[in-house]
Structures are given as C-alpha cells and as structure tokens.
C-alpha cells in the first residue's frame, strides 16, 4: 500500500540549448537532435551516465510523424540508462511547464523518486503534409491491387493537389495568427507602443546582463556552435524598437512589431526534479521545490475574451488554494509571447472591474512590482521555442529562488495557444 | 596511436628506408594500459658506492611481481632474459673515483636493455653533499644520465631520483612510476624526492578510488585527456573548461562518468563558485589540476596589453587565485591533496613570439615551488608538469616544417601524446607520490629546448 501523504517535488536544476531563430544556427537540427542534446548535456551537469531516472516528460508543439515516441527516442539517444521510461506531452507552449508539473505530481505521490521534464520545437525542420486530396489519393493508390485501379488512383492527381500545407502560428478556429489575437487583446486594453518597446528593451538588457554574469553557466549547454540565445541583443533600446514598422493590428491602433513579439524559435530544454531525499543522496542540490499548478483556458472564439488570457484566469485560483495574495511573490516570470500579453495581463489583475466581473472576485488582485518582473530577461530576449519556453523559465527560476535564500517565493505564468494557460509556484 | 612517421619508420619498407637513409627512427613507446604488468622483463639492479638503496628496491619490483636480476658480469656472462629496466643505486658515493662502478655495472646492462626499456639511477642530492669530492661525484649523476637518455634507442628513457637520506620511504612511488609505461614520454629527467608520510596506493589498478578531482581546461586536447586518465584510474573527475565550450566539456565528462562545471577560471567570483560547487556535490576535493591554458603570441614589442594580461590570468593568476581559495576553504581541500599544475617547456627554455606564455609558465614553476613546504605541512604537495612538443589539435594547425622539426629535436624523436602529460599527472595525483613536493617534471621526451 503507497503513502497517502504527499511531498514537494524538488527543482535540481536544469539545461538547455541556446535558443536560435529560425532558420539559422539548428537549420538542420532535428527536435529529436535538440532534445538529446539538452539531456546529455543535463546529463553532464548532474553526472546521471547510466542513471535510469524515474521518467523523462517531455514534448514538441510541432512534430513530424515519425516523432511519435519523440522524448524515448531520445532518451535511447542519450547517456541515461535505456531503461529510463519516457513519454510525450503537447499542450503547446504550456508544455514544458505542464511537463514539469507532471513530473512534479508523480514524485509528490512517490511513484517515481527522479524526472526530467522537458520540451523542444523546431520551425526550421518543421513538418510538411499533403493536402487531404492528394493524402486520400496515395492511400487508396497504395491499397489498390490491380494496375488498372493503380493508373485509376493516379489519374485523380491534379496540379493544384501538389501543393504542400505548412504549418502555420495560427489558429485553427479563427484562422488568425497568434499576434493578431495579441493585437485584438493589447487594443482592448489600451496597451501602448512605447511601454511594449520599454518592456522588449529591458528583456534584453537583463538576459545579457545575465549572461555576463555568469548566471547562465550551469543553465545553457552549447550546440552547434552556439553558445548564447542569438535573438539576444545586448544593445536594444526604446529608441531603436520604435523605428520598426508595425506587424500585426491594423491602422493607427498598431502597435506589436517584430521587436516586442517573439520570434519563431529552435531550441530544447530539460529540467530534473526530485525527491529531497533523491537529490541529497546524489550530493544534488535542492534549488526550489515546485509548490502548485494550476491551468486555465478562456473561450476566445465565442466568448469575448482574449486568446492569451487564460493565466489571468488560472493565478487567482492558485493564489486562493494557496492563501496567497499576488503581492506575496520575490519573483514574478510572466512568458513573454509577445510584450502587449505580458502587460495586458498585468493590467487585468489592477482592474476593477475585470477582477469582480470575469474572475468573480471581491476585488482586483493588484499591481506587482516590476523590478521583480523577468529579472534576468524572458522570451523577448531569448526567443521562444513553444514547447522549451516552461523548461527554461522553471529553472532560471528555481536558481533565482535559490541564490535569493530560503524561503523565497516565485511565480509563473505562461499563455498558450488555444486560450490556455499554465501557472505555477515555486519556492526555495 | 603513434604519429605518421613513426608509424611508417616501423613498417617493412620505412625501416628499410630510413636506416637506409639515416632518418630519424622514432619507436612506438609502451604506454601504461590497466592491469598489465610493472614490466614486460626483468630488472637489472646494481650499485655504485655504498648503494643504500638496493633493498627498498628489490622489495618494491618483486610486490610488482618483476623478477630482479643480478648485476651482468664485465665480461658479459648474461643471467636470463634480456632486462626491461636497469636500476643503479648510487647512493653513498664518496668521489669522482665511485663513478667507475657506475660505468662498470650500467655499459653490459645497457647493452642488453630491451626496447621501451628503462634505465634509473638512485643518488643523494648533491646539494646535501658534505665535501666538494661527494658534491662533484653526485653532481656527475646529472650529466651521465642525460647522456645515456641521447644514447638510447628504440623508446627506452633513463632518468634519475636523488632520494636524500630519510627518504627511503618517498621512493616506491616514483620508482614504479619510471619504470611503468606511464613515463613513456618522461625522458632525461632528475627528480628529488623528499621525505613524507607516504600512504599506501589503495589498488595500483586504481590508484584514485574514491577521489575526487577537479580539471580545468578539460573540454579538449590535455585536459580531456587528463580528466580520462584519471577517471581510468578510479576517480571521478570534475571538468571544468569555459561556458562557450560547455558541448564539448559535456562529452567528455559524460565518456568517463564525470561531471561538468562550466566556468570562466578568470571571473572575480570564480574561486568561490568552484570552492561552492565542490562543497555542494562533494563535500571537498582530493586532486586539483590546473591544466587550462591560452596562447596569444606576438613578439614582444608589438604585443598589446591584451595579449600579455589574458594569458597572464588565464595561466597563473587564476591557478594562484583558485588554489589560495580551496586553501582558504575549511576543511575542502582534503588531507593527502593533490594539486598539480601544468607548466610548458617554454616555462623553461623560453619561446620566440611566447614572452607572455613562458613568463606566465615559469610563474608557475616558481609558485609550485614557494608552496610546497606548506602543502607537505598538511600532507599534500603541489607540483607542476612541463610538456614538451605534445600532438594535439593546436599542434595539427602548426605548418609541417615546423610540426615535424618541432617533433624530432628530442631524444625518443617523436612529439608525446595528451595522454603522456595525463600519466605524469595521474601519478603525481597518487597517495603514493606524497614525497614529490614542490618538483616540476618534464614530458617532453628529453626534448633538446632547455635542457
């Protein structure tokens, strides 16, 4: 018979790849090619060779088919015993941190001592399908038994079945792209140009301010040549994100450019969680312990609200069945999608109305203090690839948490698409 | 894995080529794999003078389980099987005149040394001599051995050990050392032991069990190659090399069951992080070994600030900072510690267009010296390693002329490999090396810079 009670899942540590536009550094680089190198590189840290740890959760929002068991395929690649079970999740750029709450959950229950949860994408080697004629046809043309049916098969190929459906950053219900939503939403909420432009700015100081520090050393492993996020630039300012045209929104109310919305992005990240007992056996290091999750999801094609707002849903819930009030956070890591979402957020929680309204509060949750906001940078700055963005923030977090003593309290908030939304706290 | 052309002077047709031709013939020198015997052959063990040390001798090669010959006969009556090594104790030389002993006992044993052989010669330090007669017979040591060292062929080496009185016991350790294929590329050296508590080797399959040890610079070419070599030899090994080279570093430390720390060895707080993390996951450290290392050449005047002052923190300033720091640690630099620091040929001979590398080089022979007294207070030592011409991918890049010379103006005619700076490190990191303190060994295979 297992225990009944539960315990808090321990953050170890964590690993990831540089995060690398589309199309350059990992322009050949499979998710599969990604992932393994982020655990090996986890590996490395953590001296896990041969280590068959409890389970290895990982995921990738855009997948090939062959990708099927992407995270065990991987995991068969890496220097973790092959006897480490894994499996995949996908819940979009929720993924890596639902990955981790996974992982969490498990040791929290005892039935697993140590995991890894993770996330990779690619957009540079990202899957090409057929269109649903031309798939129908090659079925039936690989089913035929005669060469009469065969030349049948082949003869309803037309020209205009030929081309190929890429994937797109839309939304399969509103045919919109995710920043056309952003800019639906940042309208809504008034949120104006220059502070998305300070936002993106500070992002991109703080993570190379970061980076020179030293703060990522046992955080980023490179790969392929790559040693730092080459989305990151040091130099940004107001000044030079105001003279870039607008990108999505229309007319005057534009204000989200390619400066203060993230970039398609390749990159993996991994994160090891465990039992206290697990890591202090090991000579590991506890950084922070993973206190709560919670998830959310918004009607965003019916019900009036915005696609990325569902973690302005999900934190009071968390905040409630914790006893905490928003004001009670040393860190606050709010995924930077686009800066418009971050700030749109943040201006819900002030609000009045929204909060008694939409949330069902008594009042609003209130303003958060912004020099705890993103300190050493977020999406903006490193780039965003979906399904990695849970895993980088979960560890930066948990050695934020950890270097700020004990004690020290953190929160996240990733949006994802689909209305979705991941929240979580951590605690060191 | 020997280089090309020592590879091809061992085939049927180099060998007929370059005799032929009197070209070089490098041979391909043995090299310590686990497990094998001390020696492939007996030893020949002599003496010259009152030779103190013969009992301590043969009692060390029989524990290797190596049959010990008596001394050849002058007119070449042989006993058995050709030698492996020859050892010739000559301790308690009196005068000029003991030498002849020397000469009479080393000229029919030499002659019948086996290729890879060894040839070792035991003396008291001529420093502690007591008249100018037993300064100038000791003193003659050094001369003979580096000349025997120039007429060796086929990869033997000769060396010497001067073993002061007291410290019989410091001299299992490097006895075994020079005799084993881990001093393949160690050739024309003088060594002083000094006297110490010196434990026992837990296991001499590995000597490291339960060690932990730091490398720095470990993510390629020496540093790999040490990290490797003292994982084989049972400890586990934390390599530490620069956040940029963090992939490679990875590799490595997943090849040997290690694990990595990235870390730029020249930031301010880079001591401290190192001092944390070991503190963290290990409790403390046995073994250090300050290996990382840059180049920035340019002759000396038109060599900018930049040039001098990296190589300068890089290759001294953070080897004194971090090991100030692990001293300065409670109780983290464990009793029996090991620090080991790599210093370059150009430390000691001096290199065109290297003012900034060989003064940053020779700092290091100089503070590995200063500390020693200290290190031995509480049980430890710190020594340094000189490579020579050692065949790494930096070498690869280097024009051919300047390769192959580089290579060939050295008694064994060959460059070393990685691994032969890793073996000379290995066993300076091993309990039983307490009496090398404060000494720095060269593998450079009697290279002819600086000798």
Same mark, same amino acid.
């Given at each position: 018979m297992a225990e009944s009670t539960t315990?808090?899942?321990?953050?170890?540590?964590?690993n990831r790849i540089p995060f690398a536009r589309s199309g350059t550094a990992y322009a050949q680089a499979s998710n599969q090619?990604?992932? /393994? +190198? /982020?655990?090996?590189?986890?590996? &490395?840290r953590f001296g896990l060779q041969g280590e068959s740890v409890g389970e290895v959760v990982a995921g990738a929002v855009l997948k090939h088919a062959r990708d099927f068991n992407l995270t065990r395929e991987a995991v068969l690649g890496s220097k973790l015993a092959p006897t480490t079970p894994a499996y995949d999740v996908q819940q979009a750029c929720g993924t890596g941190l639902e990955a981790a709450v996974l992982v969490a959950n498990k040791i929290a229950l005892g039935q697993i001592e140590a995991g890894i949860a993770g996330g990779v994408d690619t957009t540079s080697d990202a899957p090409l399908a057929v269109g649903d004629d031309l798939r129908r046809t090659l079925i039936s043309l690989n089913s035929a038994k005669t060469v009469q049916d065969r030349l049948r098969a082949l003869a309803r190929i037309r020209p205009g079945m030929l081309a190929p459906e890429i994937p797109r950053n839309a939304e399969p219900r509103t045919g919109l792209a995710m920043g056309d939503h952003a800019a639906i939403t940042a309208a809504e909420w008034g949120i104006g140009r220059e502070e998305q432009d300070e936002l993106a700015a500070r992002s991109h100081q703080r993570m190379a301010a970061a980076y020179d520090r030293g703060f990522f050393d046992d955080l980023v492993t490179p790969f392929l040549g790559l040693a730092r996020d080459n989305n990151l630039r040091p130099d940004s300012s107001v000044e030079k994100l105001a003279k870039l045209q607008p990108v999505f929104g229309t007319g005057e109310g534009a204000t989200m450019t390619a400066g203060n919305s993230t970039p398609l992005t390749d990159g993996a990240s991994a994160v090891l969680l465990a039992s206290d007992e697990w890591a202090r056996a090991k000579g590991l290091p506890v950084l922070a312990h993973l206190v709560d999750a919670q998830t959310a999801a918004v009607d965003y094609v019916h019900g009036g609200e915005g696609l990325l707002m569902a973690p302005v849903y999900a934190v009071p819930v968390l905040l409630a069945r914790n006893g905490l009030t928003l004001q009670d956070f040393d860190f606050y890591e709010i995924h930077e999608a686009f800066a418009?979402?971050?700030? $749109?957020?943040?201006?819900a929680w002030e609000d009045e109305a929204f909060c008694k309204g939409k949330l069902g509060l008594d009042a609003p949750l209130g303003a958060i203090d912004r020099a705890r906001l993103n300190v050493n940078g977020s999406s903006l700055a490193a780039g965003h690839p979906f399904a990695a963005t849970g895993g980088r923030i979960v560890a930066s977090l948990a050695k934020m948490l950890h270097e700020a003593g004990p004690g020290k309290r953190g929160l996240i908030s990733i949006c994802a698409a689909g209305g979705q939304g991941v929240v979580a706290i951590l605690e060191s | 894995m020997a280089d090309w052309y020592t590879t091809f002077a061992n085939s049927g047709l180099g060998t007929t080529i370059t005799k032929q031709l009197g070209l070089p013939r490098p041979a391909e020198l043995r090299r310590h794999e686990p497990g094998q015997p001390l020696l492939p052959g007996p030893v020949v063990v002599g003496s010259a003078g009152a030779g103190r040390l013969r009992d301590t001798v043969t009692a060390v090669l029989r524990d290797a389980g190596v049959t010990v010959q008596s001394p050849v006969t002058a007119d070449g009556a042989t006993d058995g099987e050709k030698p492996a090594a020859v050892v010739l104790d000559?301790?308690?030389?009196?005068?000029?005149?003991?030498? &002849?002993?020397?000469?009479?006992?080393? &000229?029919?044993?030499?002659?019948?040394?086996? +290729?890879?052989g060894r040839v070792l010669v035991l003396a008291d330090p001529p420093a502690e001599a007591t008249s100018p007669a037993q300064a100038a017979a000791r003193q003659a040591v050094d001369g003979l051995v580096r000349s025997i060292g120039k007429e060796l062929l086929d990869g033997s080496t000769a060396n010497a050990l001067f073993v002061p009185e007291g410290a019989e016991a410091s001299l299992a350790g490097p006895l075994r050392f020079f005799l084993s294929g881990r001093s393949a590329y160690v050739d024309g050296q003088l060594l002083t032991v000094t006297a110490a508590d010196v434990p #026992?080797?837990?296991? #001499?399959? $590995?000597?490291l069990a339960g060690k932990v040890a730091v490398v720095t610079g470990a993510?390629?070419?020496i540093g790999a190659a040490i990290a490797q070599v003292l994982a084989r030899d049972g400890a586990h090994v934390v390599a530490v090399d620069v956040p940029a080279a963090g992939d490679k570093l990875a590799e490595v430390a997943n090849g040997i069951g290690g694990t990595a720390l990235q870390l730029d060895i020249t930031a301010a707080d880079a001591p401290q992080r190192l001092v944390e993390h070991l503190r963290e996951r290990h409790g403390g450290v046995d073994v250090v070994v300050h290996n990382a290392g840059i180049t920035r050449d340019k002759l000396l005047v038109n060599m900018d600030a930049t040039r001098w002052n990296t190589v300068m923190a890089v290759n001294l300033q953070a080897q004194?900072?971090?090991?100030? &720091?692990?001293?300065d640690a409670d109780g983290l630099l464990r009793d029996g510690a090991r620090v080991v620091c790599v210093s370059s040929q150009s430390g000691i001979a001096g290199n065109r267009g290297q003012t900034n590398y060989a003064a940053s080089k020779a700092g290091v022979i100089g503070m590995v010296r200063a500390w020693a007294p200290g290190f031995a207070a509480r049980g430890a030592t710190i020594n340094a390693v000189a490579p020579g011409f050692i065949v790494t991918e930096m070498t690869a890049t280097m024009p051919f002329g300047t390769r192959e010379i580089g290579s060939r103006i050295n008694s064994l005619q060959q460059g070393g490999l990685p691994v032969d700076v890793a073996e000379t490190i290995a066993w300076l990191s091993?309990? +039983?090396?307490?009496g090398v303190n404060g000494q720095t060994v060269r593998v450079c295979g009697q290279s002819m810079l600086g000798a």
């Open positions: 315990r808090r899942a321990a953050i170890v540590g964590g090619d990604m992932l /393994t +190198a /982020t655990l090996d590189g986890l590996v &490395a418009s979402t971050v700030l $749109a957020t943040m201006k | 000559a301790t308690g030389l009196t005068g000029p005149g003991d030498l &002849a002993g020397a000469h009479d006992f080393l &000229a029919p044993a030499i002659k019948r040394l086996r +290729a890879s #026992e080797n837990p296991d #001499e399959v $590995a000597p993510a390629r070419g004194l900072d971090i090991t100030q &720091a692990l001293l091993q309990p +039983a090396a307490a």
